[in-house]
């Protein structure tokens, strides 16, 4: 089944309780929560306060996309319950393997998530530790990006690969860009779980659970 995780970074910041309350009437599956650190991106956002204060007044299982150098260090630091995705990058960590196993110890799920030029080959070693794989269709780091020229054909390598070698049931998320457009074709190459921000969810004016509705019905 195709789900939505909606990207929180593109909320009404000042407003999250009400934009929390909005995404569950608008039945989002997941809530994208992006963690970064200024290094292993150019930027910072979210916090693990805001993450705390989110578990309290909503049910919606967390999707949480650290983009941290060695995200192992920030895991004691968030509240989280058994249907929450702790996402880390190959990319963060030279023991991503043992952060995995950190991950589920903390009785959390695991996602492994990969920059455009990361090949999809990585995750070959990895599977039986990964609950979801996160594509990356952007470079991480800011909302309101293009997608890059080999999101679609990376996806297809990535489900095929997951398929043929004994993991059709982990997951492929996609973020960054995910229009209705780009969602469309990615989800013909595999995609299953779909990250909303800018392109697609939050459009000044237009209503999230009609957008919502709208995405669910191109896939
Ligand atoms: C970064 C973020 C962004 C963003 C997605 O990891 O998750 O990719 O919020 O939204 P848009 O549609 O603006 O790329
Ligand atoms: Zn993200």
Excluded: W
Aim: with cysteine; net charge negative.
């Amino acid at each position: 089944m195709k789900q939505l995780s909606a990207s929180v970074m593109c909320a009404d910041l000042l407003n999250m309780e009400k934009a929390v309350a909005d995404l569950e009437k608008a039945g989002i599956d997941y809530l994208h929560v992006d963690i970064m650190d200024g290094s292993f991106v150019p930027n910072i956002t979210l916090g693990f306060d805001l993450i705390n204060a989110i578990k309290k007044v909503s049910n919606i299982p967390l999707d949480i996309h650290m983009m941290v150098q060695q995200p192992v260090r920030f895991l004691d630091s968030m509240h989280l319950g058994t249907e929450d995705i702790v996402c880390v990058h190959y990319e963060s960590d030279v023991h991503v393997h043992r952060t995995l196993e950190q991950i589920r110890k903390k009785g959390c799920k695991t996602g492994l998530a990969l920059n455009p030029q990361t090949p999809v080959s990585c995750v070959q070693h990895l599977s039986d530790y990964t609950d979801m794989l996160l594509i990356m269709t952007v470079s991480p780091g800011f909302a309101g990006q293009k997608m890059f020229t080999g999101a679609l054909e990376k996806t297809k390598q990535a489900r095929a690969l997951l398929d043929s070698s004994g993991y059709a049931h982990i997951p492929i998320e996609v973020d960054g860009n995910i229009s209705f457009e780009n969602g469309k074709n990615l989800s013909k190459c595999g995609a299953d779980i779909f990250v909303l921000g800018t392109s697609s969810l939050f459009i000044p004016g237009k209503d999230m659970k009609q957008s919502a509705e709208e995405f669910r019905a191109v896939l």
